[in-house]
């Protein structure tokens, strides 16, 4: 399996939804996962019985699907913005390093 890129989930999701689906709606669905991966993370950590159902990676990849979804339904670059976002962050956190510097490094090495 190749890997994926935001830019090409974003491609696809926007393919997917554009036309059958509202930001509220994807939202919703956003938040039943949400509290999907809380369950998964309760059995996991032994506060509840493990129905079989509980399946934290799953759980998670549909909490992204939705995030991702409802950015690109309304036309936000999420790397350019994930970039950003961690720049203003290093800087104000004073990190000694950030995502953009993170990548560079792993480009030259």
């Given at each position: 399996?190749?890997?994926?890129?935001?830019?090409?989930?974003?491609?696809?999701?926007?393919?997917?939804?554009?036309?059958?689906?509202?930001?509220?709606?994807?939202?919703?669905?956003?938040?039943?996962?949400?509290?999907?991966?809380?369950?998964?993370?309760?059995?996991?950590?032994?506060?509840?019985?493990?129905?079989?159902?509980?399946?934290?990676?799953?759980?998670?990849?549909?909490?992204i699907h939705y995030a991702v979804a409802i950015a690109s339904i309304n036309?936000?670059?999420?790397?350019?913005?994930?970039?950003?976002?961690?720049?203003?962050?290093?800087?104000?956190?004073?990190?000694?390093?950030?995502?953009?510097?993170?990548?560079?490094?792993?480009?030259?090495?």
């Amino acid at each position: 399996m190749e890997d994926l890129t935001f830019t090409q989930m974003q491609a696809y999701l926007v393919a997917k939804y554009e036309e059958n689906a509202t930001s509220s709606d994807l939202f919703m669905k956003l938040v039943e996962e949400v509290g999907e991966v809380a369950e998964a993370l309760n059995c996991l950590e032994g506060r509840k019985k493990d129905s079989g159902d509980a399946s934290l990676e799953k759980e998670l990849a549909d909490v992204i699907h939705y995030a991702v979804a409802i950015a690109s339904i309304n036309q936000i670059d999420l790397t350019h913005v994930i970039l950003e976002k961690d720049q203003d962050a290093a800087a104000k956190y004073n990190h000694s390093l950030n995502l953009v510097e993170f990548l560079s490094k792993e480009d030259r090495g």
